[in-house]
């Protein structure tokens, strides 16, 4: 029996997750002298083990409901996100440059936040900020 499970252990190692790729900044407003348009950013940290293959991943944010957000003028995220490693999506961000369109959402009556989503469509993490935010 012994002999049996050591060989059946190895099968149940986590795989690289996609599921350890977290949004760790963010910048919906930043303090610019008009539009926040080419000023906003977001960052993913992979706090895993092993790289993560970010290709077709979406960007996503909302008011009253989430919508995609193109980055540069692509809708999807490119890279791989090695451990430990940050990546940044939008202004200052060198394979993910360039403007939000739409800009993020900040202000309005609605809760507005940011997600990002892995390519089969899977919500990777959620970010709820600004009021009125009761969560």
Do not use: H
Not at 21 to 37: C, Q, R
């Amino acid at each position: 029996m012994f002999v049996l499970l050591a060989l059946i252990a190895p099968a149940f190692e986590a795989p690289a997750s996609a599921q350890d790729i977290l949004i760790n900044e963010v910048v919906y407003d930043p303090d610019s002298a008009g539009s926040d348009d080419g000023f906003e950013w977001v960052e993913l940290c992979n706090r895993g083990s092993a790289p993560v293959d970010l290709s077709d991943w979406t960007l996503e944010m909302a008011g009253t409901t989430f919508a995609p957000v193109s980055i540069g003028g692509s809708a999807t995220v490119t890279g791989t996100l090695d451990p430990g490693a940050y990546l940044v999506l939008g202004f200052g961000s060198l394979t993910n440059a360039g403007a939000f369109d739409p800009n993020l959402q900040n202000g309005g009556s609605a809760t507005d936040g940011i997600r990002i989503k892995d390519a089969a469509g899977n919500v990777m993490d959620t970010l709820l900020f600004d009021s009125p935010n009761d969560n």
